[in-house]
């Protein structure tokens, strides 16, 4: 049974009537697009991975030459649509027939987890304020100039 593709259609033109279809060709490069993007990030869950190895993918030959041409997915093109960037981490991994092996253990993969869920816990975009409880933006910027100039005052 094939798959209904995912893809979705052209955009109207500005003036209302619809796109023309587009070619066969371009519509199976956007399929074969979505899906290579949906595998590379499949590949940031660890369990995925152990999944992957106990099924005997990752001793495949054939399969590694296929990581190793995702590796593309770094490129500063295709990037910009990772949402999520650990699977880069998790590609470059797998890389090592070390890590492969180990992925069979139940053990590794449940360190894997803990050492995410610990990154997700204290990641942050922005450092937190220092030496200053926010209560509202405009008395966050007052305490922190009284605070310089009691410094330098002391001074």
Known sequence: MQQSSTILPPPPL???TPS???PPAKEANL???QAELEFVQ????PQYL???STQGYLTKPSFINYLKYLEYWREPEYVKFIVYPT???YLTLLQSDIFRSR???PGFIGELMRVGVKHHETWRVDKPPTKVNIVSKDTAVDEVKQDATQDQDED
Request: hydrophobic share 35%; charged share 20%; with cysteine.
């Open 103 to 105: 992925l069979n253990d």
């Open 87 to 89: 699977c880069l981490v």
């Open 20 to 22: 023309p279809a587009r």
């Open 31 to 33: 399929v074969r697009f």
């Open 42 to 45: 499949c590949l940031s869950h």
């Open 14 to 16: 500005p003036d209302g």
């Open 50 to 52: 152990h999944s992957l």
